[in-house]
């Protein structure tokens, strides 16, 4: 009988891991399996553990710059976002961000220098089963179905458990919230980044084959489903205290400061909200997006999170629990004398910032020397700047790397500036422009940007324009700059960005060079999955056909 490779024989390896770091609360340290999870301490641990620990942290391999998930798995999406370049070759990250052709101000042009000329041919060349860990497209897929599986394990046992109180109803209804709310979040991953996906509702004991691979379009609308099913079980969470303690015990407790916490209901509700707008906007080109929808992501923001609220967030410790560090911090030094760091600060990224931004000020540090990286690794990473580790400390201003244990807090999930950011956008579109930009306004006071209110009465182009920008500045590093740059329709290869500031191999700066990414916008299903798990003759297509 065959097994998905992906999903069959992970929960059992991942349950052996989830106790490994002090700062994760797994009662049974030395053999956390599902049968000593068949109690109220034991279920609550293995939902805490098996969701943070396999679907951000473990899988069979890492080598401490892209196996972890928000230095690597988020990495791929900023790279290909231009946030940030990369000369190393491991698992192709120097390819996988790296454009196809780059035409300078005076002409000249540079083009992919890498034997594997363009992006398109690059997914289809690493993702191959005996590529084994170099497949660049295989992370995200894993650590999604990772969360999957453990989700459902936790959803099976909890069922089983006999809960304390009378407040067992309202335990048994934050943990089945918990469990429905990571679903809907992998499944979003899913569905956002490959061309086809799996529904896959056994847990890892039951074995099931299941190759039948549904449409991107269908797992987002899995991604939904497990929304309401988060909906519904916090609906039953009657008690508030016994949800309040669940929630917080759910939640490692170094995690529980700053904007993380135990989100009340209407603060979680909020966040679904944000996410199911987000399933809408990053999967629909901005030119294809209809009336109906802007109206729903508009629907969905007006009720999503507040600046004032809770979130999921997530932070690294000295243990290394499931953060060890972030795309920010690899961009990130402290010296000003050359940029030597994993990721090299884009020269687009750093071109987005208006003038007075105190978020450059406190955060962006200029090269005594301009970052000159080998030329056979890529044509548009050079830089003449860095993140600065810590930041300028400047008061009221975001800092975007600390690699301090700890210092760094990053949403996982929704935050106050993209729900605020997709308010905008959906404003604008519908023809109300001020109220638009005043979203938009709100996003950098927020920051701490420091910025004049943007002019009323411009036009939508202008205000677009505005949208555009400080969706790159304030969602950097988050994971999302690839989804942005797919949806604006600039990542094809018969589709460019103009305007780009562009270091060339001699350090010479256009200001006007043009960019042809050629990146595909949906990746094919990893071919570690279907060489185990084939797809059925009903199944959807596997393959993007770009």
Known sequence: MKNNKILVGILGMALSLTACKKDLDISNTNLPTPQSAQNEPGVISLAQGTIY???FYDLKYSDGVYGRYWAGTMGFQELMGDVIGAEAANAYMNQIGCPNKVTFDDGTVALNPASIKTQYELCRYANVNAQGVSNTTNYQWSYSYNMITAANTV????????????????????IQAWAYWWKGYAYGQIGSMYYAGLIQNETNTAAKTNGNYVSKEAIIAESNANYDKCLTALAAATSAADYTATLGKLIPAFLQKGKGGALSVAEWTRTINTMKARNILVNTPVASMTAGQWASVLSYTNNGVKSTDLIFTARTDANGSFIETTVA????????TGSTNTYKLSERWVQEFKAGDKRFDNNVLTLTSVGLFNTDRGNSFNTRYTLKNLGNSLPGVITYANSTAGANEITIAASYEENELMKAEALIKTGQINLGVASVDAVRTYQGAGLAATATG????????????ERRIALGFKGLSFYDARRWEIIAPDKSRTNCNVVNGAGKLSTKATIVYGFLDYWDVPDSELAYNPASATSAPTKNPK
């Open 329 to 336: 911090d690899k961009t990130a030094q402290t010296a000003a």
């Open 458 to 469: 411009l036009s939508a182009a202008d205000a677009y324009e505005e949208l555009r920008r």
């Open 155 to 174: 959803l099976d046992i909890a069922s089983n458990v006999t809960f304390s109180g009378a407040g067992a109803a309202t335990k048994l209804a934050t």
């Open 53 to 55: 620990r396999n679907g």
